[in-house]
């Protein structure tokens, strides 16, 4: 880092070499599958902050990720006589790059603070579920060749006159993959939005506290529609939901006892999901249930316990 005044001049790098060894089963007739990897990540970044109640900043970074034993062998625990054309060379699905620029504004207050935070994810060879379904019914990981997530973040807090606390956060996001081939439907797709990934999430939270030690909570969230397939097909998505939460919490001393009411509106909600192509197959979330937490320090050690 450098430092001139209000102004800070900042980077790093991170340099990681990965290896991975197959061994498959002594009767597979295959022989040891290894493939290794190297990357460098670097990161730069600017601020000025001259200790008024507005900052800036922006940063810049790419990172590589390799793939994922899911990635590479498509949820099978062995590669076999059956399955080694779809799942050889381990080298077909390569990494991931993905070009990082943000840049944003922080107000502060005495009682608040907000941040505004402008994105842009360039992916290249993103790793995305499009190839042909394998024997485990998953379809391969294959490669796409270039893909984005562009949007605004918010995220702020405050504190009431009342010691009310209020903290939430907004993501607006625009995500795209350019053009890719589907390898089990033999299409090609072109500016479609990647599976499970809303275009809005929303968080708002409020705490309270009231007497006799006590503190109440609410928590509320909202995750836009998703696509269950890189396909842009309307029909086949996940539906949007809101849902609220809510917790009473008492603490004295070593001792604190908590209640949770997750779901107190008892709404349908669905985290994620799949499709074959004609059918939706959701993962819902729980119903309205309650989770009562007892905690206890002794002497350095924390141990839990929930009902």
């Known amino acids: 880092t450098w430092n001139r005044g209000p102004l800070r001049v900042g980077g790093d790098v991170n340099v990681r070499y990965a290896h991975f060894l197959y061994e498959p089963s002594a009767n597979a007739g295959i022989h040891a599958q290894p493939v290794t990897w190297s990357f460098v990540n670097p990161k730069v ?37 059956q399955n080694v054309s779809g799942l050889l060379p381990l080298s077909q699905v390569h990494p991931e790059k ?63 006159p009342t010691g009310d606390a ?52 609410l928590a509320g969230r909202y995750i836009a529609r998703m696509h269950l397939a890189n396909d842009g097909n309307d029909a ?7 849902m609220l939460d809510g917790s009473l919490s008492w603490a004295a001393g070593a001792t604190s006892l908590r209640l949770d009411v997750n779901n107190i509106l008892n709404g349908d909600a669905y985290a994620a999901g799949t499709t074959d192509g004609t059918n939706r197959y959701l993962f819902p979330i729980a119903t309205r249930n309650v989770l009562l937490t007892l905690r206890r320090t002794f002497g350095g050690f924390t141990p839990a316990a929930s009902r």
């Open 236 to 242: 086949q998505v996940v539906p949007a939901y809101g």
């Open 45 to 81: 970044g600017v601020s000025w902050d001259d200790g008024g109640p507005l900052s800036y900043y922006a940063t810049a970074g790419r990172s590589w990720r390799e793939p994922a034993r899911s990635d590479l062998l498509a949820g099978a625990d062995d590669i076999n006589a």
């Open 166 to 217: 209020l903290s939430g956060n907004v993501a607006l996001m625009r995500a795209r993959i350019d053009v890719y081939t589907d390898e089990a439907a033999g299409v090609t797709y072109y500016d479609v939005e990647p599976l499970l990934t809303p275009p809005t999430t929303a968080n708002l939270r409020w705490e309270r506290p009231l007497p006799g030690a006590l503190r109440l909570a």
């Open 98 to 160: 993905v070009d990082d620029y943000e840049a944003g504004v922080v107000w502060r207050a005495p009682r608040g603070a907000l941040t505004v935070n402008l994105f842009d994810m360039e992916f290249h060879n993103e790793i995305a579920p499009i190839g042909k379904v394998a024997l485990t019914g998953a379809q391969l990981r294959r490669n796409v060749p270039r893909s984005y997530r562009r949007g605004v973040e918010l995220d702020g807090s405050a504190t009431l």
